[in-house]
């Protein structure tokens, strides 16, 4: 299991192995390594979260939505609307 949140964007920017991540504050699985791309950003990028429910969110720009674990309210970073992989997708 890799940990997300209060960690270096560089540690898991070119981390590849099948398995999830998750919070490091308290453990909930957020993402699963094949939903994980490689993107322009330094930080690790995912296309979608193991389940939607999972984080909070708060609005931060017309295109940036600020996400937080679900469970303990760790800051996990952002949730970009439109900047996905695919057209219309989102990054996380």
Not at 24 to 50: D, M, N, R, V
Not at 54 to 74: L, Y
Request: net charge positive; charged share 25%; with cysteine.
């Amino acid at each position: 299991m890799s940990f997300c949140g209060w960690f270096s964007g560089e540690q898991y920017r070119d981390h590849f192995e099948t398995g999830v991540y998750a919070c490091k504050k308290c453990g909930y699985e957020l993402f699963h390594s094949s939903q994980k791309y490689e993107h322009s950003s330094p930080w690790p990028a995912f296309t979608k979260l193991i389940n939607p429910d999972s984080v909070s969110r708060t609005p931060e720009s017309k295109s940036a939505m600020k996400i937080h674990c679900g469970k303990c309210g760790n800051g996990l970073g952002h949730e970009f609307l439109g900047d996905g992989p695919k057209k219309g997708t989102n990054r996380y």
